[in-house]
């Protein structure tokens, strides 16, 4: 017999298995009870949380011959197995990913003139409704808000927020919850008995965790895991080889070398975990996670653990780890490792973003945000506690010291057109108190040349890199964003030939971190 996925072979088939969404599975029972059925209904919520299933289970329950005293489906009547297999008429499945047309509306429309056959109701369950076109969603409006009495629709969507007013307000909306880990653990240890699968609890806590809240994506891990050690028990530190997951530990000596500043050891810490075939991506979203935790660990709250979900004794190593450090450098870790999520997604050198970002948690000098200022501060009251005599530098060296920066590689000629669709980011990076240069370098425009970034000014009057410092300024914006050196060249308008009046994307500018954008007569006057 063929082999089928977990996910699909322990679908509900009674509203008693849907695990996590209890409001709203008693809720359907009631209405299927006591006749009070809707005609239009919409489900959301994130992939894997029950939708699909709740709607064939609601599907089968109003159709049902033998209906239970709780209102769930019988499963033995030739109705609840017709929909089940998928050959009953009086269900209809649309995937309105790819029938999202005004046509396939249409003969929906066409359809519902039609009783269904030897059953109470005929059904439509759209999934992914949002896909629909606007065409699609005006069409099916009118039949949506008074359809006939033996038909019922339902929408499932992960996407409401692409849902037309129109369309929600003729629908009872159904929100359907990420489930908890406790619940997702239970559930995968009852199949894995059932399934005769050996496995230890923390590996299914930690299976869980990483299918973040979807339980349709717990057991396809589950299921991916128990392969690959078939016949063998799955321990938690074989589910981290599986899943290309580090464990704790790791996280522990990493933000540690980072309190001691010790570069070499925090690079050869993430070397170390990616020569043993972890994921970049999951280790920085790992540990960003464990840098919160450390967070919440720190706080006094005798409630803590069911935030963090870990055990006592974890908790108690964290609490002790958190006291390392203050919140506020805590907090600045999360930020720089949450940017660097965002960052890596699409870039081509992602070690070197994530060492960049390694290197900024123990230099706090290299960013001019408060929290940076504060930790400076906090390292120098250190310092003086510990009777180290601290010397001002001369200006000309503090000058000098600014000027250092992590080295980055040379953008390529693909790369220098990303700096026109990021200037609103770019231009956020430079002081706000500079606002002369801002509103300059706003109405300069901006092409390619080459492996080189032309921006050209009005006149010379407008140009607002004149001096060798202020375009360094630059450079160090755009490679705190782009995490790439880009040259560039500073002309005026119509002394370039292949200039063709791009103009960069300002939808990021919204307000320079608190400073609105002024016009340049604001400035003058």
Known sequence: MQYQALYRKFRPDAFDDVKG??????????????????????????????KTTVAKLFAKAVNCKSRLEDGSPCGECESCKAIKSGASMNVVEIDAASNNGVDNIREIREEVQYRPTDADYRVYIIDEVHMLSVGAFNAILKTLEEPPEYVIFILATTEVNKIPITV???????????????????????LSDTEGIQVEDKALRYIAKCANGSMRDALSLLDQCAAFFMGEELTYERALE?????????????????LEKDT???IGVLEDTLMQGRDLTAFVTDFTWYLRNLLLAGCQDEKIEDVI?????????????????????LMRFIRIFSGLINEIRYATEKKVLAEIAIIKLMRPETETDISSMKQRISDLEKRLDQGIKVVAAPAEEVKKEVKKRPPVPDALPEDIKGVMGSWGKILKKLPASDKAKIVGLKRAELTTEGDTLLIAFENEFENRLRTEEEQTVLSNAIEDVLGKHVKFKVTEKGNEENFDQNHPDFTSMIDFDGIDVVNEEDIDG
């Open 21 to 50: 969404q209890d409001t709203i599975v008693t809720t359907l029972k009631n209405q299927i009870k006591t006749g009070r059925i809707g005609h239009a209904y919409l489900f959301t919520g994130t992939r894997g949380t029950g």
């Open 309 to 329: 979900d870990v055990s006592a004794e974890t908790l108690e190593s964290m609490k002790a780890e958190a006291a390392k450090t203050d919140p506020e450098t």
């Open 168 to 190: 929600l307000s003729r629908c009872q909306r159904y929100d359907f919850k990420r489930m908890t880990i406790e619940t997702m653990a239970d559930r995968m240890r009852e």
């Open 264 to 266: 070499s050891g925090a």
């Open 242 to 258: 599986v899943l290309g997951a580090v464990d704790t530990s790791v996280f522990s000596r990493l933000y540690n070398k980072i």
